[in-house]
């Protein structure tokens, strides 16, 4: 166990360092996602008033699309850092060395996971100095944090494991982009009342995001008595469990085939 966390942490620490080497890795999509969040509430918080929202800030109803269309760019980069040692050999060469299949994988889906924390404690700070307030105080701030940690970590091991299945830089970008759509199929500007299409009320009941935005909602807004935030952390936890296997089990595939 011990061999593994070290490991763990030495391909952790390799894919942090990659990253920072290259900053315009990730400044655009914290780019992005600010421009989600400030675009969103200058245009839309007007409808706020109305009385479904019972008075709530549209800005904290807001935020939580601008740190998940974060995850989605920014652990999308996990995906990228692998396409990368596939195409010059070392991926090969990691192979050789007596580091187990899953301490490869984790090390580029963890690194991705503490990008997005980085990225979403920055907006967090945007939002206050916005006037961003989160009736649970401090300890509701770190369950928001904890939540887009995991969600991240689910969206990291998909992309990790979707690049080791097509190897190529193209397709692994495009399986990632294939989940902004899940964004706006879900409460994304509006709360579930509101939705007046049949469709999209179901598309939203299945869609995991719905689950990640009405938990930080919750905290945010309703306070600790709201089921939405055990129910946001259920979904993660089974999300991180199917797509960390998928990136294991791509791994070992990737080895097969050589």
Not at 133 to 154: D, I, N
Request: proline share 3%; hydrophobic share 55%; with cysteine.
């Amino acid at each position: 166990m011990k061999i593994f966390v070290k490991h763990t942490l030495l391909f952790t620490k390799r894919s942090l360092l990659n990253t920072i080497r290259n900053p315009f890795a990730f400044i655009p999509n914290m780019v992005i996602s600010l421009f989600f969040l400030f675009v969103y509430q200058a245009g839309l918080s007007g409808i706020a008033k109305l009385p479904a929202f019972g008075g709530a800030s549209y800005l904290a109803f807001i935020l939580p699309v601008s740190i998940v269309s974060g995850a989605i760019g920014g652990a999308g980069g996990a995906g990228q850092s692998l396409i990368t040692d596939l195409e010059n050999g070392y991926f090969s060469r990691l192979l050789l060395t007596p580091a187990s299949r899953l301490t490869i994988v984790l090390g580029p889906i963890i690194a991705g996971m503490l990008q997005l924390l980085v990225q979403t404690i920055l907006i967090m700070l945007i939002g206050f100095i916005m006037g961003l307030k989160v009736v649970t105080g401090f300890s509701g701030v770190v369950v928001v944090l904890l939540l887009a940690v995991g969600w991240g970590l689910a969206f990291a091991g998909y992309s990790v494991g979707f690049a080791l299945r097509t190897k190529n830089a193209q397709a692994a970008q495009a399986g990632t982009f294939i989940f902004f759509p899940l964004i706006f199929l879900s409460t994304t500007f509006v709360p579930y009342d509101l939705i007046e299409a049949g469709w999209l009320k179901a598309a939203a009941v299945i869609n995991p995001t719905t689950y990640v935005f009405e938990g930080m909602r919750a905290v945010m807004i309703n306070g600790w008595g709201e089921s939405d935030i055990w129910k946001a952390f259920i979904v993660i936890i089974l999300l991180c469990v199917a797509t960390i296997s998928f990136a294991a089990v791509s791994a070992r595939q990737a080895v097969s085939r050589g």
